[in-house]
């Protein structure tokens, strides 16, 4: 992705903006995209661990 991007942004620009430019949208499309997965996971976790305090002192057996 950096290199063609790099590549399409050099024919236009000069290499050191196109350069700078393609870094800087891979690193945030990357972070973005890290994030998107934390909170996900965060969501998840948080989710399972209110199920488990709320059903904490649940009989599951009836006795």
């Given at each position: 992705m950096f290199y063609l991007l790099l590549l399409?942004?050099?024919?236009?620009i000069p290499f050191y903006t196109a350069y700078l430019i393609a870094a800087l949208a891979v690193t945030i499309m990357m972070t973005l995209y890290s994030r998107s997965l934390l909170i996900g996971s965060i969501g998840s976790f948080v989710v399972v661990a209110l199920i488990m305090f709320l059903t904490r002192k649940l009989d599951w057996y009836g006795e």
């Open positions: 399409s942004l050099s024919e236009q």
